[in-house]
């Protein structure tokens, strides 16, 4: 771990914090969101559950695959079978739902608001829902995107008319060897999701960091930080950087949503509110008051 102890906060009861977190949300001048996986589990994109069983059965009973994440880092033996797996779960995870009722709520608590949100998710839930694309740094890429699988050049291409052409192709787990895609040059792709020094981070990518830092440099005052769903496994990106600020700066509250691990290892944060309750009821709560 990070820090050698955490912090147990002294934690109000439900309806307190809620009414905590409303006046906060109406008080602040900036609202900064930072989301990890945990937000799409909650708003009911479950890469594990009943719908991941039933859309990717071949691909279980084939691979054994006990969820979407780990299929993702499977050895597939050709790259028929790995494109028509990639092909399948880009679907599933991008483009199925469209965009998902509680990343909806969400933009209405914080719509009349100056906002920015850090996500580490790579669904495009936030654009979809309707957050201004300029106010989104998604640092670890998009389901939407292949890259050069070499990372050079610093350039993406949109998979969304390969996915829809392929996706009835697919037989036996594999696609034709024809529709295995390719750089407009005819090099082999890849993703693009941060797994390795290959990721391609484009001119949009720079831009949107450049527009996160000024946002953090800019929000100094009454700076409220909704932190969603994140977890320990890239801890540097939104939950370690939050918990500082939230030290650092004496009129920013912390509001971490996190079922398993609310507690802070940053010592010295004086405002903060952890919430292991649904995310889904407490965001209701704070639009239907």
Not at 18 to 35: F, M, S
Not at 210 to 235: C, H, I, M, W
Request: proline share 6%; glycine share 4%.
């Amino acid at each position: 771990m990070f820090f050698s102890t955490k912090i147990t906060p002294s934690i109000a009861p439900f309806s307190e914090r809620v009414e905590q977190l409303r006046r906060l949300v109406r008080e602040a001048d900036y609202v900064l969101i930072g989301a990890g996986a945990g937000l799409t589990t909650a708003a009911g994109l479950d890469y594990a559950g009943e719908d991941f069983r039933r859309e990717f059965s071949e691909w279980i009973a084939r691979y054994r695959f006990t969820d979407l994440y780990t299929a993702g880092f499977y050895p597939f033996e050709t790259e028929e079978e790995r494109w028509a797996y990639w092909a399948k779960h880009i679907w599933f995870a991008r483009y199925r739902t469209g965009a998902l009722p509680l990343y909806k709520e969400l933009l209405e608590v914080v719509r009349e608001k100056d906002y920015f949100v850090l996500t580490t998710n790579v669904d495009a839930q936030f654009e979809m829902a309707g957050f201004a694309a300029e106010r989104i740094f998604a640092t670890q890429g998009d389901y939407a995107f292949f890259q050069p699988a070499s990372g050079e050049p610093k350039e993406l291409y949109n998979n969304r008319e390969w996915v829809e052409r392929v996706l009835p192709m697919i037989r036996d787990c594999r696609i034709p060897s024809e529709m295995v895609p390719h750089t407009p040059d005819g090099e082999p792709v890849a993703m693009n999701l941060r797994c390795d020094n290959t990721f391609v981070e484009d001119a949009r990518w720079h831009e949107q960091e450049e527009r996160y830092s000024a946002f953090v440099q800019q929000a100094a005052d009454k700076r409220l930080l909704l932190e969603f769903g994140v977890g320990f496994n890239t801890p540097v990106i939104i939950r370690m950087p939050f918990e500082r600020m939230a030290a650092q700066l004496p009129d920013t509250t912390l509001v971490r949503f996190n079922r398993d691990y609310p507690q802070p290892y940053q010592a010295g944060i004086e405002h903060f509110i952890p919430f292991t309750e649904d995310i889904n009821r407490i965001i209701s709560q704070l639009n239907h008051h």
